[in-house]
């Protein structure tokens, strides 16, 4: 396939600039550049409705991870990769299997220690393993620090630590080392563990919240629950004072704790590039296809969560990248993904990160499309936008069409950590996230974040397909580009690309 200009017919170039100068009021000057034309010539306002119109319809129920809706999805892009010439570049075609693993607490648990009773979830909670019924005696081994554990006779009993670090109410720490005195426990030959919790920084509640609630995680090739452990709620320290001189039996009975294997897929295609040194490297343009599925009606009775803006016009935004540049294949190799489970943790991209078809220090950078919502059909907003040197690139793109490319409103808000471009930023790849301009998260954005009234017919095609021409022409010319996009000096992830890139 040419790249030449003259292989595009002349009676469509004429058309296309009549097209910009009418619509755009843009320059003859810039009519004449080649990926505008590209752009205008491939990517049309019906596609991005019929995309659309597809991913989010109710019979796709929300695209929930995983689901039959979500593996509708992900044949609905695979044909689509197909039918424009997009190669496959995994060993199986264009799905790559992401195995999760579904994690369900016990939602019932009874606990007596002497003369004291604890309820599940109101007393205690289960931070892992699987459903419990012992009978042991307690051995109280301070922090659970590796000396505390040293000596101490554990085998057959239930050890008892203080929650967390000595000197510290980190809540996250209290996870971190909690793993580590549970394996000091199991090595120890202890049958349980169990932790006083006692931070103020996380209430009990909060705690209930996130420990109490079914959880997806990649599988990681670890497929156990792990060693029972439980917090017991202390805030007070009379648990402590009670439970480090107890000496006899305590029973511990829990129920309903669920581990199922899942399977879902992100969707994968690749265009190869036309440089022959170039071609070496690989820009990721990507999106999440999935939602989170039905769930409580609103006041309409509506329970199908479409997920439009979020995120059917990314996937939407992607699926024409992928057309337009297999149609005309650009200087770098491309690879386009669409990832399962951003809803559930962000899983799919971790998964991709992990295991991705070509080296990583091969990917060039990522030019993720995600979205909240818009409340301004004006703007994009690209929460990275100054963070690369890709920044000028895109903010040209969307002036293009009469789009202005914002950076991140609300950096309170840490959103750049918050969708799949922060798998690869981690990793120290370039990254970005390309959105629908959002000035804030107010009324006109919540409306539809998350809900059911975030269908295909709430939303202003007309502004989408500015946004898909702007993603469809930025992608081009980063692709292109002379010198392959870079962090900033000074950000956050610049180190990470530096050990990345390292030669
Ligand atoms: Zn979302």
Redesign the pocket.
């Known amino acids: 396939m040419s790249t030449s200009l003259f292989t595009t017919p002349f009676s469509r170039i004429c058309l296309s600039i009549l097209f910009v100068l009418l619509l755009g009021g843009i320059t003859p000057m810039q009519a004449q550049d080649r990926d505008v034309d590209l752009t205008l010539a491939g990517v049309t306002q019906s596609s991005v409705e019929a995309h659309i119109g597809f991913l989010a319809s109710d019979l796709l129920r929300g695209r929930d991870t995983p689901s039959d809706g979500l593996r509708i999805a992900a044949d609905y892009i695979a044909a689509h990769f197909k039918r424009h010439g997009v190669q496959p570049i995994l060993p199986d075609g264009y799905k790559q299997p992401v195995r999760l693993v579904n994690v369900i607490p016990a939602d019932e648990g009874t606990m007596k220690v002497g003369d004291r009773d604890f309820n599940a979830p109101e007393q205690f909670l289960q931070v892992a393993g699987a459903d419990v019924a012992i009978d042991a005696k307690t051995v109280f081994v301070n922090y659970g620090t590796e000396d505390d554990f040293d000596g101490a006779r554990l085998k057959g009993k239930i050890a008892v630590t203080r929650g967390g670090v000595e000197g510290s109410s980190n809540v996250r720490e209290m996870f971190i080392e909690g793993r580590r005195k549970a394996e000091r426990a199991e090595k120890a030959g202890a049958l349980v563990l169990i932790e006083l919790y006692n931070s103020p920084q996380t209430s009990w509640t909060v705690l209930q919240f996130y420990l109490n609630t079914p959880r997806m995680a990649l599988e990681k090739g670890e497929d156990k629950a792990g060693f029972p452990t439980f917090w017991i709620e202390d805030v007070g320290n009379e648990n402590l004072k009670y439970l480090r001189n107890h000496k006899g039996k305590a029973n511990v009975e829990t129920r309903g704790a669920v581990r199922e294997n899942l399977l879902s897929e992100n969707v994968v295609g690749f265009v190869e590039g036309t440089d022959p040194e170039l071609k070496k490297e690989y820009v990721v343009y990507s999106a999440h296809y999935d939602?989170?599925g039905v769930g409580a009606p609103d006041a309409e009775g509506d329970s199908i969560y479409n997920g439009t803006r979020?995120?059917a016009i990314g996937t939407a935004t992607v699926l024409e990248a992928a057309a337009n540049i297999a149609q005309n294949p650009l200087r770098r190799s491309a690879l386009f993904v669409l990832f399962t489970g951003?809803?559930k943790g962000l899983l799919g991209s971790e998964w991709f990160v992990a295991n991705a078809p070509v080296d990583l220090k091969d990917i060039v950078f990522n030019f993720n499309s995600d979205n909240?919502g818009y409340n301004n059909t004006e703007v994009a907003t690209v929460v990275g936008l100054n963070r690369t040197t890709a920044g000028p690139i895109i903010t040209d793109a969307c002036k293009q069409f009469g789009l202005e490319a914002i950076e991140d409103p609300m950096p309170r808000q840490n959103l750049f950590d918050r969708s799949d471009q922060v798998n690869f930023a981690k990793a120290g790849i370039p990254a970005l996230m390309y959105s629908l301009g959002a000035t804030s998260f107010d009324e006109e954005v919540m409306k539809y974040y998350?809900r059911p009234a975030d269908t295909p017919t709430s939303v202003d095609y007309e502004y989408l397909f500015k946004f898909t021409k702007a993603y469809v022409l930025a992608g081009r010319r980063i692709g292109d580009m002379e010198e392959r996009p870079y962090w900033t000096e000074g950000d956050k992830y610049y180190s990470a690309g530096e050990e990345l890139y390292r030669p």
């Open positions: 939602h989170v979020d995120n951003e809803e909240a998350h």
